[in-house]
């Protein structure tokens, strides 16, 4: 049989492959170019022994280097490919301000580093109440905690509306007044109603229906932070308008059972993470005069029962809306 023409053939009078001779200088060039980069992106010369850049070649290539010609080619060869310097400087990293994030975008004058740190100030304080509410609801003083979380609530409203007043807003704030928002409605909140049912109901229901509320709380704000923002309608009940309604619950103390009541606040966890639509305050607010009208004289009468009645109409809007919606589409 021919033998195949891609196989090699030997001689007798050496013992390596006839193909060599012109395979040689291709190996000599591969592995000249693999050394020069070994040299090239080595470590430092400090930092192996014998402080030469041939140092840092591996040990395994030491006898292929010797039998292909590479010890021919001598330092000012390599260089002349590729210049090696004696030592290799560390990477130039950039500096601390060149890499920093503004926290305040725009101009940085004194008149905006003022009004921001005024809103800031503003997210501050619902927090630092938020935390007072959770001292005074351990001590026993449930009423005097839940008036400071309605202090929370008009804080929180407030530095909303100051930074887009005075031009200051910011992906900082944002990220501020959520993480205030979690700590006086998503924890506060709860807290405050733990410690006013206790009691009434058992430990464990009070504790479950509670630990339900900041759960719901922590996923509402992570949804809201992450989700295209409605001009109209929020998805879900939002965490301060729960708060609000936890807070007013105990400081007018709602006459109503127990077990009635942690039902209610079970409900309203689950509220905050529907995907009901609630009509903004913004909207309300532009309702008939003589829609308001009913609830404030309902309040002069009985402030509880029209408290009540308010928030189980505003609870019932969600659903009906979104029934509204599926039917018009």
Same mark, same amino acid.
Request: proline fraction near 8%.
């Given at each position: 049989m021919p033998r195949a023409p891609w196989r090699r053939r030997r001689t007798t009078d050496s013992p390596r492959p006839a193909g060599r001779r012109w395979a040689g200088?291709?190996?000599?060039?591969?592995?000249?170019?693999?050394? &020069?980069?070994?040299v090239r992106v080595g470590r430092r010369d400090g930092d192996l022994p014998g402080g030469t850049e041939t140092a840092l070649v591996e040990p395994r290539y030491a006898d292929r280097r010797r039998r292909y010609g590479f010890d021919r080619f001598g330092r000012a060869e390599i260089e002349a490919v590729m210049p090696v310097s004696p030592a290799v400087a560390p990477v130039a990293e950039p500096d601390d301000a060149a890499r920093s994030i503004p926290l305040l975008p725009g101009e940085r004058t004194a008149t905006r580093r003022a009004k921001f740190a005024l809103v800031n100030a503003c997210t501050l304080s619902s927090l630092t109440l938020g935390m007072l509410a959770i001292f005074l609801a351990m001590q026993g003083e449930v009423r005097v905690a839940a008036l400071c979380l309605i202090a929370c609530v008009a804080f929180d409203g407030l530095d909303g509306a100051l930074a887009r007043k005075?031009? @200051?807003?910011?992906?900082? =704030?944002?990220?501020?007044?959520?993480?205030?928002?979690?700590?006086?409605? =998503?924890?506060? *909140?709860? &807290? @405050? #109603?733990?410690?006013?049912? /206790? =009691?009434?109901?058992?430990? *464990?229901?009070?504790?479950?229906?509670?630990?339900?509320? /900041?759960?719901? /709380?922590a996923i509402r704000l992570a949804r809201f932070n992450v989700s295209p923002k409605d001009g109209r309608f929020f998805c879900g009940v939002p965490t301060t308008m729960a708060a609000a309604v936890l807070a007013l619950t105990v400081a007018i103390g709602l006459p109503v059972p127990g077990p009635v009541l942690l039902a209610g606040v079970a409900l309203l966890a689950f509220a905050m993470v529907?995907?009901?639509?609630?009509? $903004?305050? *913004?909207?309300?607010? $532009?309702?008939?005069?003589?829609?308001?009208?009913?609830? #404030? #004289?309902g309040a002069l009468v009985d402030i509880r029962l029209t408290f009540a009645l308010v928030v189980v109409g505003y609870l019932v809007s969600g659903p009906v809306l979104w029934l509204r919606q599926r039917r018009a589409a």
């Open positions: 200088p291709l190996r000599r060039s591969s592995t000249f170019a693999r050394q &020069v980069l070994l005075l031009g @200051v807003a910011s992906p900082f =704030g944002a990220q501020m007044d959520s993480l205030a928002d979690m700590c006086s409605f =998503g924890l506060a *909140a709860p &807290v @405050v #109603v733990y410690a006013s049912l /206790a =009691g009434s109901v058992s430990t *464990a229901a009070a504790a479950v229906a509670c630990a339900l509320v /900041a759960a719901c /709380a529907s995907s009901f639509p609630y009509a $903004k305050l *913004a909207r309300l607010v $532009k309702l008939p005069p003589w829609l308001w009208l009913a609830p #404030v #004289v």
